[in-house]
């Protein structure tokens, strides 16, 4: 969409007016509205910002503030939770059902299908 600007979204689902116009591939597999919804709950990035907050450059702005957001929960928990002696390091599955090459199934997790990612935790919450 960003390659072949329109006047509005609904302009790239409309009817060729002549031989000569561009067919956008993608419509044909998603409708209008199916866009517009995930439109409404999906940000998409397509140019990286130049900023290096925290020195993670490459990642959009909105995920850097998320990373900072992460970070001082996870700081914050360490500073009020003493964990125990019975801490575990385990694989836990975040679901996600789309489609990525990062996506892994595991049949025995309560979620099989998603990210894997290694958690510190104790009685059930998460400490990293």
């Given amino acids: 969409m960003e390659d072949h600007p329109e006047a509005s979204i609904e302009s790239f689902w409309k009817q060729p007016e002549s031989d000569s116009s561009v067919i956008y591939l993608f419509t044909r597999y998603m409708t209008l509205r199916r866009f517009q919804l995930l439109l409404r709950r ?3 990035f397509s140019r990286v910002p130049n900023s290096n907050l925290a020195g993670r450059r490459g990642v959009p702005e909105t995920y850097q503030h998320l990373n900072e957001w992460s970070d001082l929960q996870q700081q914050a928990l360490a500073d009020i939770y003493i964990p125990g002696t019975h801490v575990a390091v385990d694989e836990y599955v975040i679901g996600f059902t789309s489609q ?3 996506k892994t199934t595991i049949p025995n997790k309560l ?3 998603g990210f894997k990612v290694w958690v510190v935790a104790e009685k059930g919450l998460f400490l990293r």
């Fill in 42 to 44: 999906v940000k998409i």
């Fill in 100 to 102: 990525s090459t990062l």
């Fill in 111 to 113: 979620t099989p299908t």
